[in-house]
């Protein structure tokens, strides 16, 4: 396994992104840059173009104009190998929680010595020790993210993107989930995470982009984003008075 530890964040960058539908511009972003230690939070309204944006990122939509580079070179098979994407509805194998990590674990060539080993570190990751042979259907909707997000770690990946991960879920859920991605992002993971939730980016974020109508309206750290927005429609959103 790759030592995450002592390898550089990798850096994403968009630049003069578009994203066009029916003569409707849905995203643009001029340019967006995120290259520092600690998971990035993307914040805004429903329809901001989050999601859409995280799609970009990763290479499921190939933009109308402009294009996302990772570490100074434009998006490619290799890159989008590298990274991994958790969607706010896990979707899970028809076979054991073990299973579904050791197919993942496979397909990457990993002898069966190791497989087994690796399984049980990522159940342990996710607390789902006890559930290794239960059906992967059958868990509940924490425990199913929570594995969803370990076969995404099964990948060693550079990058993690994850779209609301813990939008239904109750608190003590969202609490295993969220430790799950601070262990991830001290490990060197490069985090960019889709919230919904104020809370939840004072709790993780090192940074946060904050959109409005297709657009990155403000990003910058953390605590000066969320405690002092520079913008108008940033200090609407935080306020309340962006819910659409």
């Not at 030592?3 to 994403?12: G, H, I």
């Not at 070179?73 to 979707?91: E, G, I």
């Not at 559930?131 to 770690?153: F, N, T």
């Not at 939730?197 to 984003?225: F, T, W």
């Amino acid at each position: 396994m790759r030592d995450l530890v002592s390898e550089m964040t990798t850096c994403l960058k968009a630049r003069e992104l578009q994203v066009q539908s029916n003569g409707k511009t849905l995203l643009d972003v001029p340019e967006l840059i995120l290259d520092g230690p600690g998971p990035t939070l993307i914040l805004g309204p429903n329809g901001s173009g989050k999601s859409l944006l995280l799609r970009c990122l990763h290479g499921l939509i190939t933009p109308n104009r402009g294009q996302v580079t990772q570490d100074g070179t434009s998006l490619n098979s290799d890159h989008k190998a590298r990274q991994a994407m958790v969607f706010q509805q896990p979707v899970l194998l028809r076979r054991s929680v073990a299973a579904n990590l050791d197919f993942v674990l496979r397909r990457q060539g990993v002898g069966w010595t190791n497989r087994k080993r690796r399984i049980v570190e990522l159940l342990g990751e996710g607390g789902l020790e006890g559930k290794s042979r239960q059906s992967a259907r059958s868990l509940s909707g924490g425990e199913a993210q929570r594995l969803a997000i370990l076969r995404a770690l099964a990948l060693n990946p550079e990058t993690l993107l994850l779209d609301e991960p813990t939008s239904a879920l109750d608190p003590g859920a969202t609490q295993m989930i969220e430790r799950m991605v601070l262990r991830a992002s001290k490990k060197g993971v490069r985090i960019v995470m889709v919230t919904h939730d104020i809370g939840q980016a004072r709790r993780l974020a090192s940074d946060v982009v904050m959109m409005q109508a297709g657009n990155v309206v403000e990003h910058g750290p953390a605590r000066q984003v969320l405690t002092a927005p520079k913008t108008e429609a940033s200090r609407r959103y935080l306020a309340g008075g962006l819910i659409t």
